[in-house]
């Protein structure tokens, strides 16, 4: 990969620029459909991540059931190219439902709720509408985030979407695993314990006739152990589309299946001992990495032992004190970043890396689309 990166360093991009692989992005979708196929689950990923129409279309054309979003608006765009999409946030306001209740007339939509006001809101707008939108009920597994608190919860909600019988369709349960990021080795048992409540949840269902069609969970440091949760139908990974330092720190992929990388150039040597580069805040997200916080602001290939250890908006400054050289000006490095989701969302576009080792400018279809 890096080899590849550097070729694409050396043909006088402005910078800071974002780079994707392609070949490393392809491998690791395949990778995923792949354990999928295996373990007969569906794959559902997260666009939130790449908010790519590009990307959104290779991971339909390997295998991908539909996509996540988070937000309407990505909904709205990557529809172009799916029919099958699920809003994995609550929807609570009149808005948002008009928008929902829109793309009901020409796609399958679902959205992931935890509340009664969440249900009637949707409810009233699409009946009006003549639409039906797709309700996953949000059961907390451990994150502690969203969702009801209870197998009963869950089912008292279900029974109420069951009961509404127009605008709304009771499809299943929605969950996060978040909460799990311990090494693989050690994650099996806590994902058998959420798989417990879940199981109790679809038998408290079943015993008041209600069908448990979708168990949709599943995050990118748990997608390879998901069949450890025999209840879950389908799973929701995101930034295993490129990875980053999050995961690399995690243990959940090396470093070597990082697609996305910042390049960045050196324009200052003048402090000793430390090199200040063109990205900053606005280029490489602010993010501190949740496993390592004290490691950095990313991670500099060129330079491994090399420590990114303070951002201002345009400024990125990395001491290179124990690294045995040190960049001159106008030299550039290619970064890691610690979370690829807000890094990508702070890019226009980004750099398509091509088979051939040519680059194209590909757009963030749905950057900065926070409703």
């Known amino acids: 990969m890096f080899d590849r990166l550097m070729s694409a360093k050396l043909t006088q991009l402005a910078t800071p620029c974002l780079v994707v692989d392609s070949q490393l992005v392809l491998r690791n979708l395949e990778a995923l459909q792949q354990y999928a196929q295996q373990h007969d689950l569906h794959v559902r990923p997260h666009a939130k991540t790449h908010k790519s129409l590009r990307i959104a279309r290779e991971q339909l054309r390997l295998g991908s059931q539909g996509l996540s979003v988070a937000k309407v608006g990505e909904a709205e765009v990557l529809s172009q190219s799916c029919d099958d999409i699920l809003v994995a946030y609550p929807a609570v306001d009149s808005q948002r439902c008009e928008r929902i209740s829109n793309l009901a007339k020409r796609i399958n939509i679902r959205v992931a709720v935890d509340s009664r006001e969440s249900v009637d809101m949707l409810a009233g707008v699409t009946k009006a509408h003549g639409t039906t939108v ?3 009920i949000d059961q907390d597994v451990g994150f502690h985030r969203t969702g009801m608190s209870s197998p009963e919860a869950v089912v008292e909600l279900a029974t109420y979407v069951v009961e509404q019988r127009e605008g709304v369709r009771f499809d299943g349960i929605f969950f996060y695993p978040g909460h799990v990021t311990v090494p693989a080795g050690e994650q099996p048992d806590l994902l ?3 798989d417990a409540q879940l199981q109790e949840t679809i038998e408290r269902c079943r015993e008041k006739d209600i069908d448990v069609s979708i168990v949709s969970g599943g995050s990118t440091p748990s997608m390879f152990q998901s069949h450890h949760i025999t209840s879950q139908s389908e799973i929701r990974p995101g930034t295993y589309v490129f990875n980053d330092m999050n995961t690399v720190r995690g243990g959940f992929c090396s470093i070597d299946q ?3 990388v910042v390049i960045a150039t050196v324009v200052s040597t003048a402090v000793a001992g430390k090199a200040v580069v063109d990205a900053g805040t606005k280029a490489l997200a602010s993010d501190r990495n949740w496993i390592v916080p004290d490691s950095g602001f990313g991670h500099v290939i060129e330079y491994p032992e090399a ?8 400024h990125g400054e ?6 045995s050289s040190r960049p001159g000006i106008g030299e550039r490095v290619a970064i890691i970043p610690n979370h690829i989701c807000p890094c990508l969302n ?4 980004f750099l398509w890396l091509d088979d051939t080792g040519q680059v194209e400018r590909t757009p963030v279809d749905c950057r900065g689309m926070l409703q």
Request: charged residues 30%.
């Open 258 to 260: 990082c697609a996305a």
């Open 318 to 323: 990395i001491d290179f004190s124990k690294c």
């Open 307 to 314: 420590k990114i250890v303070r951002l201002s908006e345009e």
């Open 346 to 349: 702070l890019h226009d576009s």
């Open 192 to 194: 058998r314990q959420i």
């Open 134 to 136: 797709g309700i996953l």
